[in-house]
């Protein structure tokens, strides 16, 4: 029952963060890095922060199941309510005239293209593991590579402060700049990222021992270690 409980909790996290996914992608096709920034990074701090919360508080995996399907539901009501308003706000659900701007289609798509991408990327891993990896040491890296995935907020972020001016560079036609634009934000993420990727190499161990037994975190820590240092290079 409890499995079921976990699995019932999962999927509803799974449609949540599916919606989510989908809203972010007519921000971003929209140009509204700001408010895609935004809950980009909710959605990467919210569910971390509050699964670290409970089990701090003595919660078990069926608490943190459900928080995170409430956070992720949640979240999906609020990029559904801002994707509509700028849906309106564009023109683009006004009746009987319904229709999209071919340039926030094909940059709404590519969004969803390299979306896409960073779910086989960070997905297949793990179907290629399960091959050759027996599914009680499985565990030792689904859990670090999970961990690894909140660093991205760094590379989000900063993402989302550029890209409108490399939108509004691009505009106007001025590929200088923008080759500028993106070298600063890329050495400003590199010198931002460096210190705190190192530190949590280093401290691997310590940081799983938050939430997780001493022996699984020495062994993940290792695995942990590795993702931190690759995502750095």
């Not at 956070?71 to 309106?88: D, K, Q, W």
């Not at 923008?178 to 990727?197: D, N, Q, T």
Request: hydrophobic share 60%.
């Amino acid at each position: 029952d409890g499995a079921a409980v976990v699995f019932a909790a999962a999927a509803l996290a799974a449609a949540g963060l599916c919606l989510i996914q989908g809203g972010l992608a007519v921000l971003q096709g929209c140009q509204r890095f700001a408010a895609s920034t935004v809950i980009g990074t909710l959605r990467t701090v919210l569910p971390l922060a509050g699964s670290w919360l409970i089990l701090a508080r003595g919660g078990g995996l069926a608490d943190v199941a459900w928080w995170l399907a409430a956070a992720y539901l949640g979240m999906a009501a609020l990029v559904t309510v801002t994707a509509a308003v700028v849906l309106g706000q564009e023109g683009l659900l006004s009746r009987p005239a319904f229709r999209l701007n071919p340039e926030h289609v094909g940059f709404a798509a590519l969004a969803w293209l390299s979306q896409l991408a960073w779910s086989v990327l960070f997905q297949g891993d793990r179907l290629v593991l399960s091959a050759f990896v027996a599914l009680d040491d499985l565990g030792y890296y689904m859990v670090p590579v999970a961990v690894a995935q909140y660093f991205q907020v760094f590379g989000v972020s900063v993402a989302g402060v550029i890209m409108p001016a490399v939108s509004e560079l691009a505009q106007l036609g001025r590929a200088a700049d923008i080759r500028r634009v993106y070298l600063l934000g890329s050495r400003f993420l590199v010198w931002l990222a460096l210190p705190v990727f190192t530190l949590a190499a280093v401290l691997a161990p310590h940081v799983l021992t938050l939430w997780l037994a001493p022996e699984f975190a020495e062994r993940g820590g290792h695995v942990l270690r590795v993702l931190l240092l690759a995502q750095l290079a």
